[in-house]
């Protein structure tokens, strides 16, 4: 089978004569002809009927005609889409991810992907409602708990374990703290969207409700965490955003039992038969650098 000589019929056929799809080939009119003639000889058939003045598809050529062409628009996707894969990522990026991800977080993610990818536009959209990426715009999506959409395609990143956190100083001057009713007596640093009336905290073998005062409430992980580390009280906070608070001793865990929620962790994006190297590689640079800190 040449498929050669499959290429040139689809050619002739959208071209309207053996001249044109040779100007448009750039072979000689009479190899055109030599391969439609070789064509219709291995298939026993004729394809095209031939005048002086024009050219038509036979029943049995227009069949042909279409399933070639539709072979022909596959393997020139395939070439597009090593081509493409061989380019250098490049162009604007634009990534969404709620606000409180975490802002050292995705400074370094962002750093990264720039240093790496120079040719690389990155525009962060940072916000708790929910995107539509396709109608706005987005390639890509950073996104926490359930996911909503089963039309995207998701590769998972990890949980987000929310866990309490205080720092020595406040638990060296507050009132013991040994199981979860002991927060009563506590200072508790509330991050709304977390609950502002309780915390649910629950270990292996069960859950418990813990009913709040409204002293300290804020919507900020990054406020609730400073407060906690300057020795303000207790917070419930995301696992990853305190590990370097617990490195430089400036948080400790308390009671390592127990703990909130787990949200999972995603990178989203549209379905889309070639991915642009843009987004491959973002992808491959964002699971990479990601996945460590939602492994805990």
Same mark, same amino acid.
Request: proline fraction near 2%; aromatic fraction near 4%.
């Given at each position: 089978m040449d498929f050669n000589e499959s290429a040139v019929f689809v050619k002739v056929v959208q071209a309207g004569s053996f001249s044109e799809a040779a100007r448009q080939i750039g072979l000689p009119t009479s190899t055109v002809s030599t391969r439609i003639s070789?064509?219709?000889?291995?298939?026993?058939?004729?394809?095209?009927?031939?005048?002086?003045?024009? @050219?038509?598809?036979? $029943? &049995?050529?227009?069949v042909y005609y279409?399933?070639?062409? #539709? =072979?022909?628009?596959? @393997?020139?996707?395939? $070439? &597009?889409?090593?081509?493409?894969?061989?380019?250098?990522? #490049? =162009?604007?990026?634009?990534?969404?991810?709620?606000?409180?991800?975490?802002?050292?977080?995705?400074?370094?993610?962002?750093q990264r992907a720039q240093r790496d990818f120079p040719e690389l536009e990155?525009?962060?959209?940072?916000?708790?409602?929910?995107?539509?990426?396709?109608a706005d715009g987005v390639d890509v999506a950073i996104r926490t708990g359930d996911l909503r959409d089963s039309s995207l395609i998701a590769k998972s990143l990890g949980i987000i374990h929310w866990e309490l956190f205080a720092s020595k100083d406040y638990l060296k001057s507050a009132a013991p703290l040994e199981v979860p009713q002991d927060i009563h007596a506590h200072h508790c640093l509330q991050f709304t969207p977390?609950?502002?009336?309780a915390w649910t905290l629950s270990n292996?073998?069960?859950h418990i409700t813990i009913p709040l005062p409204a002293r300290t409430m804020a919507n900020s992980i990054g406020v609730v965490k400073s407060m906690a580390e300057n020795g303000q009280g207790i917070a419930l906070l995301p696992a990853f955003v305190c590990k370097q608070g617990l490195i430089s001793g400036d948080l400790l865990r308390v009671l390592p039992d127990w703990q909130g929620r787990a949200d999972p962790v995603h990178l989203v994006y549209p379905k889309q038969r070639f991915m642009p190297p843009k987004l491959r590689a973002f992808l491959d640079l964002a699971q990479d650098e990601l996945r460590p800190q939602f492994s805990c």
């Open positions: 070789r064509l219709e000889k291995r298939l026993g058939i004729t394809l095209l009927q031939r005048t002086t003045r024009r @050219l038509s598809l036979t $029943e &049995a050529g227009a279409q399933h070639a062409a #539709q =072979g022909l628009s596959y @393997l020139l996707e395939a $070439e &597009a889409a090593i081509d493409e894969a061989r380019q250098q990522p #490049q =162009g604007k990026l634009k990534v969404t991810a709620p606000a409180d991800l975490g802002d050292s977080l995705l400074a370094n993610l962002i990155m525009e962060l959209l940072l916000t708790d409602r929910y995107i539509d990426l396709v977390m609950g502002r009336d292996e073998y069960s």
